[in-house]
């Protein structure tokens, strides 16, 4: 049992290559930075195959529990001295958090493809970022982010992995931001921290509430508790806001509706920066944050209702506005935002399973496309606009056809990927609104045609670069090509693991994942149980809307082929001809962006008025110097002047008149008499015999 015994090290060691990258990456060459780097992250993978091999074994002996390493007490301890009254107002809970590590079959996958496909994009990332400046820092990133995301999964209590998700939310700012001399990418960096923090406030108060009401964050307790008291907490309004709170989190991370913004900007980071962060993993966050809180969403079905709409009008969304981009890196990041809007659907209709295995296979048909966008990229020296590229499929073969693939894959084309994982979440869908399902099979046709776009203007049509560029187009090293061909490989073969019964399959990814959905499942399906005859698993109706899946593959093949596979230096767009106001509100991605732009940047005037939130604060900012700061000061002045006043009234007239000015006039009032009383006996006696001359002279004069 040593790998899991060991479980701890498979995050630290990308932390150690980050550490070594933080302290002497400056001092090293390119190899040894590669050679620490990449080597950590093959050790961590083969790390985790061999804990997911012995916890398959664990499990047998000790009845599908959950794996867990507790390695030392974080927050809180058992002397109480952190004790806090729960919501009913008299049961004492002790804040206890550990630094622990958790194993399940949904941390299972989670760790496979988050190592895996990392491994493979940290590989391609050798030949792609070879010329480059701040090698060692590029790498030095992605070891940071692989730690943070394995601690996101591995934790095993809500606060461990929020030190996860604030983790990844760095590390795709400082990735996102790589290229920090440019501005473009400092304000995308900016806005994809600012974005996730807004989420991140929700996923805090949403884990305030959970400890609250539960009295720990352990996700076994919590787990335990929510299924114990199903029948008392179902609809109850405290669980129903811990689960939109947490919702609002996983809105941000995973680019949902309405802080989905973000994520079409991060693509001003390097090519493997999107594929490994904003394709295959950090995005999946959400998802793996919902999934494993799945036992408090079917106590809320509010909750479970709102995050399946969300889902589903984020998928139509972000599909609608691939449909004209021109940047291949951006109509892949819609892509993305889109398929996370299928996961979120799946999970909303308690389709647990399904989504889990979307996200599972998105991840390697998404990382294909992305490490083949930049393989393209690479031959076309830096260009990403797909009106300048065509005519490449001779050119770059490797890349043509491994494209290709995970093209057929997204678009649902069986016995592909991501025609297994697709066509559950719309059956699932059917079974829980109609309305939902037409939402999710017109994005499918959106999907099919947004992507083979992509694909005829890249490797079909009229080469429509200049004479220089052209010149120079050639296929990437190895080792870039050699991880699109692994991740071809498994674009293909991945979703065989999910086959469905109803197909001859035995579904073995979804019973994996029976012990820790098999509860919630069974909760959400228990109001399936009466449909009609043919909607039953496997029925009729299940076929057909099979059939109606790959139809919709189909027909945006076509209309793809039709527009774009003979498409020349002034080729026309469907939609700008048929309807130039659709395609102007598409090509301008709704104007969400200037919306905000107006709400909260206040970036546009009005004369000299600055409008939204930030004319808002600056008006604030005026109203607190003129009239906040002006009537404090004002009542400074006034009393400064009353007490000057009162001061001088003191001196001079209380002081002046009432006390010393009576002592004044007493005082000379007194002094003539003070002349005749001196107290000398020799002056009264001259002063007597002067009075009595005075009266002798006067009585002998007259």
């Known amino acids: 049992m040593f790998f899991l015994d060991h479980i701890w090290l498979i995050p630290l060691l990308p932390a150690f290559g980050a550490a070594m990258m933080f302290f002497f990456g400056r001092k090293l060459q390119k190899p040894a930075v590669s050679a620490v780097c990449v080597g950590v992250v093959v050790v961590a993978f083969l790390m985790a195959c061999g804990a997911v091999w012995q916890y398959t074994g664990w499990t047998t002996a000790n009845g599908n529990q959950p794996y867990q390493k507790i390695v030392y007490t974080w927050l809180g301890s058992d002397t109480g001295h952190m004790n806090y009254v729960t919501h009913d107002g008299q049961t004492a809970a002790v804040f206890k958090t550990d630094v622990g590590f958790f194993l399940d079959p949904l941390s299972s996958v989670w760790l496979l493809f988050v190592t895996g496909v990392g491994m493979l994009i940290h590989i391609y990332s050798i030949g792609y970022m070879a010329h480059e400046g701040g090698y060692y820092r590029f790498f030095g990133y992605l070891n940071l982010f692989m730690f943070s995301m394995l601690m996101l999964v591995l934790g095993n209590n809500y606060a461990l992995m929020f030190v996860g998700w604030e983790g990844v939310g760095l590390c795709s700012y400082l990735l996102i931001g790589f290229y920090f001399h440019r501005k473009s990418a400092n304000d995308a960096a900016n806005k994809a921290f600012i974005v996730n923090r807004i989420g991140d406030a929700g996923f805090l108060l949403g884990m305030f509430t959970i400890a609250w009401y539960f009295g720990s964050l352990n996700f076994s307790t919590v787990t335990q508790l929510a299924r114990e008291n199903y029948n008392s907490l179902l609809g109850s309004p405290i669980i129903t806001a811990a689960t939109l709170l947490l919702f609002v989190g996983a809105c941000g991370k995973s680019a949902q509706l309405p802080l989905y913004v973000w994520l079409p900007d991060a693509m001003e980071g390097p090519t493997p920066v999107s594929a490994l962060i904003h394709a295959a993993t950090m995005v999946t966050a959400g998802v793996y944050m919902v999934a494993r809180s799945n036992a408090l969403f079917v106590l809320a079905p509010t909750s479970m209702w709102v995050v399946a709409i969300v889902g589903a009008l984020t998928a139509i969304f972000a599909a609608s506005i691939g449909l004209v981009q021109n940047d291949i890196k951006r109509v892949l990041a819609y892509s993305t935002v889109s398929q996370l809007g299928y996961m979120f659907l799946a999970l909303g209709v308690g389709a647990f399973s399904a989504g889990v295995f979307h996200v599972f296979t998105h991840a390697f ?128 073969t991945a979703g065989w693991l999910g086959w469905p019964g109803s197909l001859g399959g035995s579904n073995h990814f979804e019973k994996f994942l029976e012990p820790v959905f098999a509860r919630e499942g069974a909760t959400v399906e228990a109001a399936e149980t009466a449909k009609p005859a043919g909607e039953e698993k496997g029925g009729g109706i299940e076929y057909g809307l099979m059939a109606l899946s790959v139809a919709a593959a189909a027909v945006g093949f076509g209309m793809a082929l039709r527009a774009y596979s003979k498409a020349g230096k002034d080729y026309p767009e469907p939609i700008a001809v048929a309807a130039p106001p659709i395609y102007d509100v598409l090509y301008n991605k709704y104007y969400v962006d200037e919306g905000y732009d107006y709400l909260f940047t206040g970036r546009r005037k009005l004369g000299e008025v600055r409008l939204g939130a930030m004319g808002l604060g600056e008006a604030s900012s005026w109203f607190d110097s003129r009239v906040i700061d002006g009537t404090v000061n004002g009542a400074g002045w006034s009393t400064r002047t009353f007490a000057t006043i009162s001061n001088w009234f003191d001196k001079w007239v209380i002081d002046g008149l009432g006390v010393n000015g009576p002592a004044i006039l007493a005082r000379m009032l007194s002094y003539p008499t003070r002349l005749l009383q001196w107290g000398l006996v020799q002056w009264y006696a001259l002063v007597m015999v002067a009075g009595l001359v005075g009266f002798a002279f006067y009585y002998v004069y007259h």
């Open 365 to 492: 048909f998404k990382a294909l496309l992305f490490l083949g966008a930049g393989s393209v990229i690479h031959a076309m020296s830096g260009e990403q606009d797909m009106r300048n590229m065509g005519n490449l499929a001779g050119k770059i073969p490797i890349t043509y056809r491994t494209m290709g693939i995970a093209t057929l894959a997204i678009a649902g084309i069986p016995p592909l990927a991501g025609f297994v994982s697709k066509d559950e979440i719309l059956w699932r869908a059917w079974l829980a609104s109609p309305w939902l399902w037409a939402i999710g099979f017109v994005t499918a046709l959106m999907t099919a045609f947004y992507m083979f776009r992509l694909v005829f203007l890249t490797f079909y049509g009229q080469p429509r670069m200049s004479h220089e560029v052209e010149h120079h187009v050639h296929e990437s090293p190895t080792s870039m090509t050699m991880p699109l061909v692994v991740l071809a490989f498994f674009s293909i």
